[in-house]
């Protein structure tokens, strides 16, 4: 959704009639996860993907036909040996996907607000009938963590769903959950897809030097919203860094015991200064980032490891370090450094080896171990929501 954020709100804005094409459920490999979007406008335009080319011809006409008034409804796409030439996905797995049509002034204006709360990185999440109950596919009801819009039909089932969505959005988790006709937890009568709505994880880039720049380009690419910090008033400049969401001047350590720092956010230490380096690595060690890269050879990291330890920093808190920091890829120019560290931040987001996918069996798309839920989630769907 926020690939295509801009967009959309324009076409709100101007009253433009949208369908949406969301990805509610995989099974097996497939190219987008739950929560991938695709929009049809009225005009015929085309915004976004949910399978990467396999499936779109065919949400294509679906979303023409719901746009002409056909109802929403959920379409399901998977190929088989004497289909491999149908539409269907040529990696093997399934898919589900909701289509639903926003027409009226007031459907617009409803996603309208929607997309508002996004686009001001308020978290909120959007759960979205899928069949079954009173309302019928599509019903929506939006919650965020002091109030609730919409309705799924009964207040049972408004109240179940509203206490799950709170708690799918505060883990970012997005998935299908299932209710009785009154909001009745381990029944099979009702399944609701819920999307959590989080803002942006984090990059922290620290150091402003051509490897920070390169970095930060890539960061802001994969989605981060990216801060470049550096004490160094000649270097950390909006000039040298014009991706960067945030240039901050600053001692890096201090900057860093001011900021929030979450289970999301990585961190890429490119000093490579120990007076630098120690205060802020010891700083860094006691977040909870998801991953702490640091630059340097491997002489420079055994000296601030050594350094780290007389600063009182244990064996278990200096095996989070990834240094030096990045894959194996034969990386040289700065540019070619940022790919590296871009590609084992996916490598740790998503548990993978790292090694030529030619030289594997088995799965393409790893899936992330999501935080557990409420008991009566759908594993498969569940996910943590942009990392």
Known sequence: ???????????????????????????????????????????????????????????????????????????????????????????????????????????????????????????????????GGAAGTGARLVVRATDVSGTLGTAGLDAAVTDDARGLLEQGLTGIQWYGAHGQRRMQEISVFVRSHTPPPRMLVFGAIDHAAATARIGSFLGYRVTVC??????????????????????????????????????????????????????????????????????????????????GVDEAALARLASPVGLDLGARTPEETAVSIAAEIIQHRWGGTGRPLGELTGAIHHRATAPSGPSHATPAAARPDSW
Do not use: Q
């Open 1 to 131: 959704m926020r690939d295509i954020l801009p967009d959309l709100r324009a076409r709100c804005a101007d009253g433009v009639p949208i369908a949406l094409a969301t990805v509610v459920a995989v099974h097996g490999s497939a190219p987008r996860d739950p929560g991938a979007v695709m929009a049809v406008d009225a005009a015929g335009a085309v915004l976004g993907s949910v399978s990467g080319g396999c499936v779109e011809g065919d949400v294509y006409e679906v979303a023409r036909e719901v746009l002409a008034g056909a109802a929403p409804r959920v379409v399901s796409y998977g190929i088989s040996d004497d289909e491999a030439f149908g539409v269907g996905l040529t990696c093997g797995g399934t898919i589900e996907v909701l289509v639903r049509a926003y027409a009226s002034e007031a459907e617009l204006a409803e996603l309208a607000a929607l997309l508002d709360l996004i686009a001001d990185g308020v978290p909120v999440a959007e759960a979205t009938v899928l069949s």
């Open 230 to 311: 550096d004490a160094r008033p000649a270097f950390a400049t909006r000039e040298r860094f014009p991706t960067a969401d945030d240039v901050v001047r600053a001692w890096p350590h201090d900057y860093l015991e001011a900021t929030e720092v979450d289970a999301r956010t990585v961190i890429c230490v490119l000093t490579h200064d120990p007076k630098f380096d120690v205060p802020l690595l010891a700083a860094a060690l006691r977040t909870p980032a998801a991953y702490i890269g640091v630059m340097g050879s491997r002489r420079t990291h055994h000296d601030r490891l050594a350094r780290l330890r007389e600063a």
